[in-house]
């Protein structure tokens, strides 16, 4: 329903719609009650679809935020051992300056 072709089909739809309940059988005179009773059905079913989308976005949205924070824990993890490898090689580098 968020097609180019979609839009086209349905404007095409709509056109013929009209042009037929004006010109030709009459079936839906013109305030086109039953082509409005169509619309809002279909109004609802995109509502539906749209929440329905939404709420799969924002699970997935959900799902790479928590892969991001795991990340991010176990690059600082990773960070802080090699700190404390630098600090130590930092104390034997002042250990041999300072047996020189």
Do not use: C
Request: charged share 15%; hydrophobic share 55%; aromatic share 12%.
């Amino acid at each position: 329903m968020g097609s180019w072709y979609f839009i086209g089909a349905f404007l095409a739809f709509m056109i013929v719609w009209a042009i037929a309940n004006t010109m030709i059988f009459a079936w839906d005179p013109y305030p086109y009650i039953l082509l409005n009773l169509f619309l809002s059905m279909l109004a609802g079913l995109q509502g539906a679809i749209i929440l329905i989308a939404a709420k799969r976005q924002d699970s997935i949205s959900a799902m790479l935020a928590q892969h991001d924070f795991e990340t991010n824990v176990a690059a600082k993890q990773e960070l802080e051992e090699l700190m404390e490898i630098n600090r130590h090689q930092l104390e034997l580098l002042r250990e041999l300056r300072a047996q020189r």
